[in-house]
């Protein structure tokens, strides 16, 4: 069965400590691999999509990564507004529907 | 680009009333969109995928009379709650696809709070 995992479910840290979330996939045949930022009481906010294995993306602070059976999405000297739970998906073939991994919490203290 | 509006983004209703939530892609078309439901602190549940032109498809337990998904076009799909009761209430997202060559993303709305009294 096709499945996405996140680890940790939470994450504390103080601003500027560098850290990386996890995303495991056991989807055959990857059509995309997807990060989104989520705020309290707000829709997903897309971050970023990955095709391949070995392909990294960067926007400001973040940088996500894919191997075959993982991302991550690596936070470079956080901040206070970096704050937010961030989800995983990921498509496999024939659809378009995503599998949604139940989100890593991340709280970054000033 | 790829902005995704939702109204209302808070609806409180009595219960046995129905509801209607829209969803639009505002700056792209989209000929798949899709409802999701969340509940507080988990993940995104996927409802239905709704196509423009056709009937919604539905995941295994969402009630499709109860659910009623219209998308009438390339940018406008509806989630109809009939008959609310305060177990329906809940926080409801759409998606829209925007489709690109081998690959696409979905782009979320702000969502709507459903509260059910």
């Known amino acids: 069965e096709d499945q996405v995992t996140q680890s940790p479910e939470a994450l504390r840290l103080q601003e500027g400590e560098s850290s990386s979330l996890n995303c495991s996939y056991t989807v055959s045949g990857l059509r995309g691999l997807f990060w989104y930022r989520q705020d309290p009481g707000k829709g997903p906010e897309f971050l970023f999509t990955?095709?391949?294995a070995g392909e990294e993306k960067e926007k400001e602070r973040l940088k996500a990564t894919l191997t075959k059976k993982e991302s991550f999405l690596h936070i470079t000297a956080p901040k206070p507004e970096d704050s937010a739970t961030y989800l995983c998906?990921?498509?496999?073939?024939?659809?378009?529907?995503?599998?949604f991994g139940t989100g890593t919490r991340l709280k970054v203290l000033a | 680009g790829a902005v995704v509006s939702q109204h209302p983004s808070r609806v409180i209703c009595k219960s046995g009333t129905s509801v209607k939530i829209e969803c639009r892609s505002l700056?792209?078309?989209?000929?798949?969109m899709f409802w999701y439901r969340q509940f507080p602190k988990q993940s995104l549940m996927l409802m239905a995928t709704?196509?423009?032109?056709?009937?919604?498809?539905?995941e295994q337990g969402v009630e499709k009379d109860k659910f009623l998904i219209n998308h009438a076009s390339l940018t406008l799909s509806t989630l109809t709650v009939t008959s609310a009761h305060p177990e329906d209430s809940s926080f409801y997202i759409c998606?829209?696809?925007?489709?690109?060559?081998?690959?696409?993303?979905?782009?979320f709305g702000p969502g709507t709070r459903l509260t059910v009294l």
């Open positions: 700056d792209f078309q989209a000929t798949t």
């Open positions: 709704s196509n423009e032109g056709s009937k919604a498809t539905y």
């Open positions: 990955l095709y391949s």
């Open positions: 998606s829209a696809r925007l489709a690109g060559g081998w690959g696409d993303t979905q782009y």
């Open positions: 998906a990921a498509r496999g073939p024939g659809t378009y529907k995503y599998i």
